[in-house]
């Protein structure tokens, strides 16, 4: 008798960086449940999987930005009967409106969907890994993280939080067979620019800047597998980092101010 497939659970699955984590996931042999959103785009992706890879996709269209988003993951969990396995934290948004000026609700929506469903799931999901002594949680942050702070990004200090985050956990966990990883991608091609408004700023950007999002993905995957708390993937992006995190607190200032993709 065949072993059961692992389960991963997959937030903002419905394009981009999550869906191709669906992707790759699938292809591996894994039962999916993806959640965001436009539970038609999900239904198409996850009927796709399941056609392609012959394993058990669900779908759970959720506003991960609620208060109640992880009651209502959890209880659909239970309902399946599952127990997760593989964790991908990828729901994400960012908005480029001046703080100050900016309405509070879409800046607690952000902290909600980013910080806050984030580590309610991560706490939720994470002690059934350890008593079954196996898990993989991928958080992804963002180069943002690593990067001088951009002028009234909220995005860059919440991308902090996960970096942080997903490191602490990862020396709590890593002992008992879990391993945890914060991804920080560079810019990618996906829809985030285009839902997010700010396509043409990022089509200014240098060709060599940017990743497709199955690079980004297989080197999170091999790096999560590895037990590596941090993965940059891309050689100018490692570069990119290794350059930026020893910069002076006054260059980083300036340099957030002056260079601002979301502006």
Sequence with gaps: MSAPR????????????????????????????LVARRGDRLQALADDLARQHQVRCEVLSADLASPDATTTVMAHLDRLGWQVDVLINNAGLSGHEQFARSPWAPLAGEIQLMMTTLTQLTHAIAPGMIQRRWGRIINVSSLAALSPPG??????????????????LDMEFKPHGVHVTALCPGFTYSEFHDVMGTRDTANHLPGILWQQPDAVVSEALAAV??????????????FLAAVMRPTPLWLSYL?????????
Aim: glycine share 10%.
């Design 255 to 263: 340099l957030g101010r002056t260079f601002n993709p979301f502006k």
């Design 225 to 238: 597998n590895k037990g590596k708390p941090v993965c940059v993937p891309g050689v100018v992006n490692k």
């Design 151 to 168: 002028q009234s990004l909220l995005y860059s200090a919440i991308k902090s939080y996960v970096l942080v985050l997903s490191q602490s």
């Design 6 to 33: 692992r389960k991963a659970l997959i937030t903002g699955a419905s394009a981009g960086i999550g869906a191709t984590f669906a992707r790759q996931l699938a292809a591996q042999g894994h039962d999916l449940l």
